[in-house]
């Protein structure tokens, strides 16, 4: 089964930026659309951005402009580059395939806070 191992979160100011990894296992990476999700307290895990296998994205709304996926698969790696953070960006973020979901992983905690 796919597994993933997300990395990269923190604590951040609001306007500051961070980048996520996330490296896959037990999958065969390069043909998956991979997605970006985010979860808080007592919500359900929402979509964030995905990511083609030709790399074509789309993102929430929220986070438009603000935020940019990328892949490598000769690493097995989906990227989230974060910038303009905003406290409502505070989450638990994970990654997964969009379609064929796996295992979610322990996900990585973004705090954004002054």
């Known amino acids: 089964q796919a597994q993933f191992v997300e990395s990269g979160g923190g604590l951040v100011q609001p306007g500051g930026s961070l980048t996520l990894s996330c490296v896959a296992s037990?999958?065969?990476?390069?043909?998956?659309?991979m997605a970006w999700y985010r979860q808080t307290p007592g919500n359900q895990r929402a979509l964030v951005a995905r990511?083609?296998?030709?790399?074509?994205?789309d993102y929430a709304d929220s986070v438009k402009g603000r935020f940019t996926s990328s892949r490598d698969n000769d690493k097995k790696t989906l990227y989230l580059r974060m910038s303009n953070l905003k406290q409502e960006d505070t989450a638990v973020y994970y990654c997964n395939q969009h379609f064929t979901p796996g295992a979610w992983g322990q996900g990585t905690q973004v705090t954004v806070s002054s």
């Open positions: 037990g999958t065969i990476f390069s043909i998956h659309v």
């Open positions: 990511i083609t296998t030709s790399n074509r994205t």
